[in-house]
């Protein structure tokens, strides 16, 4: 359906006239780019009316394929489209050329290119990654799935690119030809669209290049028992994870490599996952040849992503919230992500949890079980409450339902109240109130952004 390999300049030449099939940060930053280059770009969008006019010789609706394809040499297909929108139909029968917005930036970028993949954990890594890889690499940019389009940059002589790549936009791609590679875990996701897992996985394997020697993957060892194929046979190919050359050890908190070991007791993010996501970005570090104090002096200072198990600053709140832990968590998109970031605690932590959203295809099993050795409150919003209410009510455990995300926060206010009261509470450590949704943010918000924001506007208005 799409092409099999990236365009070269000189297709570019020759096409005039491009369709960006899908609006929104990397249709328009595409429209951008092919305007510098002196192209035409139209766009074809489920909402017209919202889009950037500006941007665009004409902005259609995304119906009647027919006519929104006449004159037009290439579509430039954003990740959100689904593979079988009549358009890209019509595309094929009339043998259009069909890229993603990471394949037109690669026409344009040729240095080297770090990539990152996975169900979990692949922001954190991408920006840790190019936190550590700064040092050696200062004229360098971090973009593509965490929300910076490749488009937007790739003109820029940059020493060092390092991407995060969804599924979405991988199974759009052709072989990018990256540096090198990594692929942090794979777990249930996305299967609204993939369907099945060998599905998914094989959309996640297309980052690898290891046809090309000089090409470096890092691989959880896991993900290979979703490939039918099972695990290739490649000097160049290297696992991550328990009895591996690259591992993590707790107790005390270090990085294992072929190479050096690290100490990660100062490591600003706690837990398990996040230190094999910090092994991840040791490993691409030590491929593009960071030394280990070099390296060690650079995660030692990284201080996290917004929206990813963020800590909201409670100095200004009321004296008597000022110890508790208000985490946004709201990149918690899938119930997998969502177990990582509650991993260490245990029963009696004063754990409340808030879950919400729109829960994706996915078994509830292992979270109801871990619910069950919490025993904590839960509070749950928006389209997950008719989704997960009767397995929920179930367990027998304590749990409460409502609409929206304001109406949860003052319940949740006037049951933290109600806890300090009692001399129980006064001798639990501090609370922790964790907004990990487990569940897409489009019922209510935008996006996940959008969706946290307005979770730590919530708090603050309720406990300063």
């Known amino acids: ?34 305007s510098l280059k002196g192209k035409i770009c139209v766009l074809a969008d489920k909402f017209p009316e919202k889009a950037n006019a500006n941007l665009y010789a004409e902005v259609l ?14 579509i430039i297909k ?24 990471i394949s037109l930036a690669r026409v344009f970028y040729q240095g080297p290119i770090i990539g990152i993949t996975g169900t979990d954990g692949k922001s954190t890594t991408t920006a840790l990654a190019y936190h550590i890889l700064k040092a050696k690499f200062p004229n360098s ?14 003109l820029e002589p940059l020493d060092l690119v390092i991407l995060e790549l969804s599924s979405y936009q991988l199974e759009d791609s052709p072989n990018l030809e990256l540096t090198a590679s990594a692929i942090l875990n794979l777990a249930s996701d996305h299967l609204e669209r993939h369907k099945t897992m060998e599905s998914y996985a094989e959309a996640k394997w297309k980052i690898q290049n290891l046809e090309n020697p000089n090409h470096t993957s890092f691989v959880n060892p896991n993900f290979f ?80 992503l917004p929206h990813r198990f963020h800590r909201i600053d409670s100095s200004k709140f009321k004296n008597q919230y000022r110890e508790f832990q208000f985490i946004n968590d709201s990149k918690s998109t899938n119930i997998h992500s969502m177990l990582s970031g509650i991993a260490g ?16 295809i996915e078994p509830t099993d292992l979270f109801l079980s871990r619910w069950k050795e919490l025993e904590c409150p839960l509070w749950v919003y928006g389209k997950a409450v008719e989704v997960w209410k009767v397995a929920f009510d179930a367990t027998g455990l304590p749990v409460k339902y409502f609409s929206d995300l304001p ?19 006064q001798k639990q450590t501090p609370l922790s109130v964790i907004f990990s949704p487990a569940g897409a943010s489009f019922d209510l918000y935008k996006n996940f952004e959008e969706r946290g924001d307005h979770f730590e506007t919530l708090i603050k208005e309720s406990f300063s």
């Open 1 to 34: 359906m799409f092409s099999q390999s990236i365009p070269r300049a000189s297709d570019l030449d020759h096409w005039q006239k491009f369709l960006i099939l899908g609006g929104g940060s990397s249709g328009d930053s595409s429209a951008k780019l092919l």
């Open 61 to 74: 609706s995304d119906n009647h394929p027919q006519e929104r394809l006449e004159g037009i040499d290439c």
């Open 78 to 101: 954003s990740p959100g489209i689904l593979p079988n929108h009549p358009i890209l139909e019509e595309a094929r029968q009339k043998g259009l050329p069909i890229i993603s917005e």
């Open 141 to 154: 940019r971090m973009g593509g799935n965490i929300g910076v389009p490749f488009t937007s940059f790739c």
């Open 225 to 304: 028992k979703f490939l039918p194929n099972g695990i290739p046979k490649n000097k160049n190919l290297h696992f991550i994870g328990e009895n591996q050359n690259y591992f993590v050890s707790l107790d005390p908190n270090q990085v294992h490599t072929p190479n050096h070991i690290y100490d990660a007791n100062q490591f600003p993010l706690k837990g398990k996952h996040n230190l094999m996501n910090l092994c991840f970005a040791i490993a691409l570090a030590e491929t593009m040849g960071m030394g280990k104090n070099e390296i060690q002096s650079q995660f030692e200072t990284f201080l996290g």
């Open 345 to 360: 605690f245990k029963k009696g932590d004063g754990l409340f949890l808030v879950l919400g959203g729109i829960p994706k």
């Open 407 to 425: 109406t949860l926060i003052a319940d949740l206010k006037t049951t933290i109240d109600r806890t300090m009261e009692t001399k129980e509470s």
